[in-house]
């Protein structure tokens, strides 16, 4: 195990800083390799080996927040919204939460650190919806089996709207199956 008495030496903020630092460092990894497979083969073999990797990653990332800020799997929306402000993705975009009702929450990036850095270079979106249907589907699925994800708008979708992503989570009454987490005719490959 690393020595974790040189991190409690360090005072809050600069804790806070490594945290934030880490996570820049999650983006510019998973951006990287995604260009080395785009570079290597071609967008949508790079899609297609996202996608598999999105599905598996997002469910550790989902336990690991679950088992480290004490939520517990089933909690419904308030589990997934509490959830939700842990992941690395919160550590640099700017995301807002909104209960919509007692059985529905709306999620929406309203600032994306890497389409915005897109948008600055004056290039085209990075088409990330294929890749942002499972990974929130898995994620609240990891949460709370019962949670049935929907997407609202995602690049390539058209951009005339104040945030870059949006889903819609909405609580069922009984557990979903896993066979229909995803939309009907969409591919985990």
Known sequence: MPDREILRKLDKETLI????DSAKNWLA??????????????????????????????????????RRVGVEQGGGLDALEKALQFRLYARLNEQALHRLDETT????????????????????????KPVGIIEYAYFAYTIDPRIRT?????PPD??????YCA???????EPIVEDQLLPPGFSLE
Not at 43 to 48: D, G, L
Not at 150 to 154: D, L, N
Not at 158 to 163: K, M, V
């Open 17 to 20: 800083d490594l945290l934030e």
């Open 29 to 66: 990894h998973d951006g990287l390799w995604f260009q080395a497979v785009e570079n290597e083969y071609d967008i949508s073999s790079a899609i297609k080996m996202d996608k598999i990797a999105w599905r598996y990653f997002t469910q550790v990332e989902a336990k690991r927040i679950m």
């Open 105 to 128: 929450l709306r999620y929406e990036m309203t600032d994306c650190r890497v389409q915005s850095a897109r948008k600055r270079k004056k290039m085209n979106l990075f088409p990330c």
């Open 150 to 154: 929907s997407i609202i708008a995602c």
């Open 158 to 163: 058209e951009h005339d709207r104040d945030f």
């Open 167 to 173: 889903w819609l989570f909405k609580l069922e009454d």
